[in-house]
């Protein structure tokens, strides 16, 4: 293992998100990660800001791709899991943007037995629109402009007080509450854990539930604890169509709900059916 974390990032093309989110890693406070570009599928350009960032930043970067055969996304994040480096994973997606001690919020607060959940800001398309390459240079979107909060009051952006960072526990636990479960943009967890639970369901090939709250049911039959990062870990979801659950998804979680089983048939490893007990 040479770096303290890896830093996964899940993209399907969006190259120009992908060339802001390297710069918004190369602000970070917390130095000693990796970057593992998760590429369900992308063309070429993903690959060129790739190499962008290795020169432009000095970042640490493993791209890993396959060929687009539709949405194989759990497929590349159990590859990632496999490449890593480090010991410990923190997740995102290719549309959202670390705030500069997103990495350092994670790494500090983690611990064995838990995972961890953070949240993100869902930026209207008047603002992702405005938004340049060098305002992420600079930290302007770490900054919760009167424009957002006015996006935010009219519907057009949801949750901006999630953009807002408290290191005080106390004023934490009074602002965020319960926890609202995982979101597969922003979490965190043991290695090891998720070799446990023989990673993500790479029978899932719809977003919406595969990547995220069947991974914490099975991490939570693993006998883990969340812990939220509400108002630390911030993130800034880039604005794009939104993308329906599949029914055929839902079912499935549905049914892993129903009769749980702690590990997937079709993830890290390849299982036979008749060798899992379904509570364990």
Request: with cysteine; proline share 3%; net charge neutral.
């Amino acid at each position: 293992m040479t770096a303290a974390c890896s830093y996964v990032v899940a993209v399907y093309n969006r190259a120009e998100y992908l060339r802001m989110i390297f710069a918004a890693c190369a602000r970070q406070s917390f130095r000693d990660f990796e970057v593992i570009v998760a590429d369900d599928g992308s063309g070429p350009e993903i690959a060129a800001v790739v190499e962008e960032a290795r020169t432009r930043h000095a970042l640490a970067v493993q791209h890993l791709r396959h060929d687009d055969n539709g949405w194989r996304k759990n497929v590349m994040l159990n590859s990632a899991i496999r490449a890593a480096e480090s010991d410990y994973l923190i997740f995102t997606d290719g549309d959202c943007l670390p705030h500069r001690r997103f990495i350092e919020d994670h790494m500090t607060a983690r611990e064995t037995g838990r995972y961890l959940c953070g949240r993100r800001v869902e930026t209207s398309a008047r603002w992702t629109a405005a938004l340049t390459l060098h305002d992420v240079e600079q930290g302007r979107f770490e900054r919760i402009s009167a424009g957002m909060w006015w996006d935010g009051l009219r519907g057009h952006a949801k949750r901006v007080e999630d953009g807002l960072r408290f290191e005080s526990p106390g004023l934490r636990n009074i602002l965020h509450g319960s926890n609202r479960g995982m979101l597969g943009s922003n979490f965190s967890v043991h290695r090891d854990a998720l070799m446990a639970i023989n990673g993500f369901d790479e029978v899932y090939d719809g977003p919406g539930c595969g990547e995220d709250s069947d991974v914490e049911l099975r991490l939570r039959l693993h006998g883990l604890k969340a812990r939220s990062l509400r108002h630390l870990a911030i993130q800034i979801h880039l604005h794009h169509p939104r993308t329906d659950v599949p029914q055929r998804c839902l079912d499935r979680f549905a049914a892993l709900q129903q009769n749980p089983r702690m590990r997937c048939i079709r993830g890290l490893d390849h299982l036979e059916e008749s060798s899992e007990n379904p509570a364990t």
